[in-house]
């Protein structure tokens, strides 16, 4: 079993910067991908950013691409998402994941993964 923690959010205004982290612990992580979700208020959990965890490909949604950027160190078992110019649609609770799998999948789709963290409120204000 793995367990995922997220930290970093909070409040920031429009254009401004944020921080997240993602911790895994317990079992040596050896999936294939750790992702980025966000879920806004009354919408579904959309894809964010994922990256690959042995060579380090990585994805994004449009919305995102060009101002988030996501890294990972395997020797903390920690995935980061640096979010800059943030938008207020950018408003959400922020979902780490894991999967379980080493095989390639579909990074950018909720069901790939075996893991969610207990998510981490971003707040834009305009």
């Known amino acids: 079993q793995v367990q995922l923690v997220e930290s970093g959010g909070g409040l920031v205004q429009a254009g401004g910067s944020l921080r997240l982290s993602c911790v895994a612990s317990g079992r040596t992580f050896s999936g294939y991908a750790m992702g980025w979700f966000r879920q806004a208020p009354g919408k579904e959990r959309d894809f964010v950013a994922a990256?690959?965890?042995?060579?380090?490909?990585?994805f994004y949604a449009d919305s995102v691409r060009g101002r988030f950027t996501i890294s990972r160190d395997n020797a903390k078992s920690t995935v980061y998402l640096q979010m800059n110019s943030l938008k207020p649609e950018d408003t959400a609770v922020y979902y780490c994941?894991?999967?379980?799998?080493?095989?390639?999948?579909?990074?950018?789709?909720?069901?790939?993964?075996?893991?969610w963290g207990q998510g981490t409120q971003v707040t834009v204000s305009s």
């Open positions: 994941a894991a999967d379980r799998s080493p095989y390639p999948g579909q990074v950018a789709t909720a069901r790939e993964y075996d893991y």
């Open positions: 990256v690959t965890w042995s060579v380090g490909h990585t």
